[in-house]
Structures are given as C-alpha cells and as structure tokens.
C-alpha cells in the first residue's frame, strides 16, 4: 500500500471534507481514494492531443466587430458535446454599455438596459456586445486550488480537464475569477445525432468548460467559434509565433485584457476598435434559460 505523506493526507481530508457537500458523497471520497492511490480508472477516454511544440496558444476578440449575435455560443455547445443542463454554455455574451463594461459574471434580466445583461433580445447599434469565457490564464488560480490535478496548465497555453480525475468539489469554479466553469448537476444528456466522437461525454458530478477546441486546435485548426462568427470578430493563434495574426493585432491595436489587475495571466485579449459602419447584422439567436439563481 502506498504511504501517504502530509501533504497527500491534507489533501486526502480536505477533499472528503467537502465531499460531503457534493451530490454523491461516497462517491466523491472514494474518487479521492483512487487518485491518491493511483487506482487505475477502466475505459479512460484519451481525447486531448499532445501539446503543440513551441506554442503559446491565445485569442483576440474585435468588440468592434462583435454584434451579440450568440452564434459562437451555440456553435460551442454543438461542437463540444454540452448538455442543455449546462446554462448558460461555456461562452456568454454581455450587451454592455461601453467596450469595457462587461465584467464576467451575468446580470438579472431585470437589470436589461442597466449596464451590462446577458439576456438581450434585440441587437442595437448604440450598444456593445462582449463574449466572455475561459481567458486559459498563465497563472490561473483554478488549476492552483484543484486538490487532485485535474485542472492543469499544458506548455502550449491551455487549461485542461481530466474528468476522470475531477471530483466535483468545485473548488475551481469558487477560484475562478470569470466565472467561466460549470457543473454537472444532473446526469448529462446529449441526443446521439448531435454528438462529437472528438470530445468525450462527461458526467454527473463533475466540471466543465471551454478547452479552446483542444482536439481541432491541437491539430491545426481554428476553434469553433472563430469558424462561425460572421464578422470575424475572433482570432485565434500562436502568440510565439512573431508573424501570426494575433500577434499584430495585439502590437498595433488598442487592447485590454478582462481584470488583468488580478496578475492571472489572461490569454483572451479584446480589442476596442470603434464599430466599422459596413457590418454584416443578425437576429441574435436566443438567450440561455434555466439559469441557477437567476429567476426568468
């Protein structure tokens, strides 16, 4: 039997601790159990390429360019397997009324037309629109507080999961500083026709969020929401590479990073560009709903 050294014994306590908050509490602790004790999980779903060799993965968002039309949103949701339990998605979209107004966190729909809300319905011009997520912070104090290791950080600039190692504790998402993860409250459903062989099904119990498309991006290709914005509002790109397009864009354009002052490290920048007059407009698809804590 392994023996266990201080610290894997306060983290083997402080897990079973909070574990009796969790939907299961057995079995939360006997996750604990299994990954201290290097228990070997059956039928491990392995779905993440390796990191990419020399790179620092990022994106740039023009709110310029942005009309709030939740496009990405729900491309998101389809190419990542997320259930409708899970509200609202990885991506959230903020109707704002200056370029830096949004802040990560969504508003009560009473408060539509009082600063910033997520839950618009009409598109207005005189208005910004501004996509919040996961930043995949350089020093992102989630993968700090997670007990067992299933957040980390890669070489690559990603922040990644391992489900199998999540116990639900939920830590992560009380660290997170743009409330940018969700739990599996319920048993996760998603209808065979709309599944992604590319991304593995999660459970009840345990975290979630936006991976930057690890299994599109690691391979070559952009993420989903890049592919399906209809003005090109987002970039996505190698910052170690001097010729990339989301290295310029940082050099020459005014930029901000969402709270920067908190030294995490953000690796979505933003863009304040005035509006250009010659945009492509749409019906902004519909807001999330059954919210927890939100009343609509």
């Known amino acids: 039997m392994k023996k266990l050294d201080r610290r894997e014994f306060v983290k083997l306590a402080s897990v079973a601790g909070a574990g009796t908050l969790m939907p299961d509490p057995l079995k939360v602790f006997a996750d604990a159990v299994d990954q201290l004790f290097g228990k070997p999980r059956q039928g491990q779903i392995e779905y993440v390429p390796k990191p ?3 790179a620092k993965f990022g994106m740039v968002i023009d709110l310029g360019k942005c009309i709030g039309c ?15 339990t899970i509200s609202p998605p990885y991506i959230m979209v903020f109707e704002t009324e200056a ?33 919040v997520q996961c930043n995949h912070c350089d020093d992102a104090p989630c993968v700090q507080v997670c007990p067992t290791g299933a957040s980390y950080k890669d070489p690559d600039g990603l922040v990644i999961i391992d489900y199998d190692k999540c116990i639900g504790c939920r830590y992560c998402m009380t660290a997170c500083p743009y409330g940018a993860r969700r739990f599996n409250w319920w048993e996760p459903h998603v209808p065979k026709d709309r599944i992604n062989p ?24 952009f993420t989903r929401c890049v592919e399906v914005c209809p003005n090109k509002a987002r970039t996505f790109g190698n910052f170690n590479d001097p010729d990339s397009e989301v290295r310029k864009l940082v050099r020459n354009e005014r930029n901000f990073r969402l709270k920067e002052v908190l030294n995490t490290g953000p690796r979505i920048w933003y863009l304040t ?3 250009e007059k010659h945009m492509q407009w749409y019906k902004p698809l519909p807001p999330p709903t059954n919210i927890r804590g939100i009343r609509q």
């Open 52 to 54: 990419v060799a020399n």
């Open 70 to 84: 939740r496009r990405c949103m729900y491309a998101c949701k389809l190419e990542n397997n997320v259930p409708d």
């Open 99 to 131: 370029a830096t107004g949004a802040i990560g966190h969504y508003s009560s729909p009473e408060m539509m037309g009082k600063g910033s809300t997520l839950f618009y319905t009409k598109l207005r011009k005189d208005k910004w629109y501004m996509p």
């Open 198 to 221: 590319l991304v593995p099904l999660r459970r009840h119990g345990v975290v979630e969020k936006c991976t930057f498309c690890v299994h599109r991006t690691r391979r070559g290709k």
């Open 273 to 275: 560009k005035p509006k």
